[in-house]
């Protein structure tokens, strides 16, 4: 049984910094890549950030650029995402999903999917 479980998510102050894990079973997570979403209330789920296979490489959203970076631990199965410096407009449910092709910004390239978790941003 595929499981993606998305953790790490909360309430925080403006500026300041969360990072999202995505522990996985059930696949052979180090031949996918791994990607984040986020959707916030009333609009379309948004690409964050994605990871190649190996990690070498990653695509991060201009939206979250040198703020946000993807990681992953093959070893683990996990996938994380560190968030710093965090805007009110972060605010979102930030969802992890694995793709067997490489990184894309594209939902529908993505196989697996978690529940996502609520990241919320006060000002």
């Known amino acids: 049984q595929v499981q993606l479980v998305e953790s790490g998510g909360g309430l925080v102050q403006a500026g300041g910094s969360l990072r999202l894990s995505c522990q996985t079973s059930?696949?052979?997570?180090?031949?996918?890549?791994m990607g984040w979403f986020r959707q916030a209330p009333g609009k379309d789920r948004e690409f964050v950030a994605a990871?190649?296979?190996?990690?070498?490489?990653?695509d991060i959203a201009r939206s979250v650029g040198g703020r946000f970076d993807a990681f992953r631990d093959n070893a683990r199965n996990t996938a994380l995402l560190e968030m710093n410096r965090l805007q009110v407009e972060d605010t979102a449910v930030y969802y992890c999903?694995?793709?067997?092709?490489?990184?894309?910004?594209?939902?529908?390239?993505?196989?697996?999917w978690g529940q996502g978790t609520q990241v919320t941003v006060s000002a």
């Open positions: 999903a694995a793709a067997p092709g490489g990184v894309s910004q594209s939902p529908e390239m993505y196989t697996y």
């Open positions: 059930g696949f052979s997570f180090s031949n996918y890549a």
């Open positions: 990871i190649t296979q190996t990690g070498f490489r990653t």
